[in-house]
């Protein structure tokens, strides 16, 4: 049986080839799971943190957080009317005219289910009014079963406290929807 014999050169070379090949493997692999457990927190209300602003639904259940880059939209969105938003925001107005026209090519595949008589009009779009409280509710602690939070409510500021384990559902507000609907004419 032959044996084979690494004298201390050797093996110094061989160290110094993993160190050099394997450390770099390591660093480079270690970085994505460092960017992976920064980029998303590791439990649902790790989404929230102190100045979150959010509207709830269904008694907590889901809430729709309020980025900041969208608070002015927000605002606007539950305070003027459609026409007014569409002419202070050109991105809701594309948003809309895209809509509209998605809308317009589904009515040709919905030919058949007109009523005897009829032909498409032209579609009506409305804005769709956020739904749940109308309080805007703003993150000032989180605690380890609640999250206290303020409100205003006939101008004065209020405070509550709620547990954790009601939320189970995070939106994020993107900008106002719309609600599109047909309208008939007679042949």
């Known amino acids: 049986m032959d044996s084979f014999y690494f004298n201390g050169e050797d093996v110094m070379q061989i160290q110094s080839y993993l160190?050099?090949?394997?450390?770099?493997?390591?660093?480079?692999?270690s970085i994505g799971v460092l960017k992976a457990v920064d980029e998303f927190p590791p439990m649902l209300l790790g989404f929230?943190?102190?100045?979150?602003?959010?509207?709830?639904?269904?008694?907590?259940s889901s809430i729709t957080i309020v980025p900041e880059d969208k608070r002015e939209l927000f605002d606007d969105a539950k305070k003027l009317i459609k026409d007014e938003l569409i002419q202070k925001y050109p991105q809701v107005a594309r948003t809309?005219?895209?809509?509209?026209?998605?809308?317009?090519?589904?009515?040709?595949?919905?030919?058949?289910?007109?009523?005897?008589?009829?032909?498409?009009?032209?579609?009506?779009?409305?804005?769709?009014?956020?739904?749940?409280?109308?309080?805007?509710?703003?993150?000032?602690?989180?605690?380890?079963?609640?999250?206290?939070?303020?409100?205003?409510?006939?101008?004065?500021?209020r405070s509550l406290a709620i547990a954790k384990s009601l939320i189970s559902k995070i939106y994020w507000y993107e900008g106002p929807s719309f609600s599109l609907n047909d309208t008939f004419a007679d042949k």
Not at 48 to 60: A, K, M, Q, S, V
Request: no cysteine.
């Open 96 to 157: 809309a005219e895209d809509l509209l026209e998605k809308f317009r090519l589904s009515q040709h595949s919905r030919r058949a289910d007109l009523p005897k008589g009829k032909i498409f009009g032209e579609p009506q779009i409305e804005l769709y009014k956020i739904s749940g409280s109308s309080f805007v509710y703003t993150i000032k602690h989180i605690g380890n079963d609640f999250i206290l939070v303020t409100y205003k409510s006939n101008e004065q500021v």
């Open 19 to 29: 160190v050099a090949s394997l450390v770099p493997m390591i660093a480079l692999s």
């Open 48 to 60: 929230l943190e102190p100045g979150t602003r959010f509207i709830e639904r269904d008694g907590f």
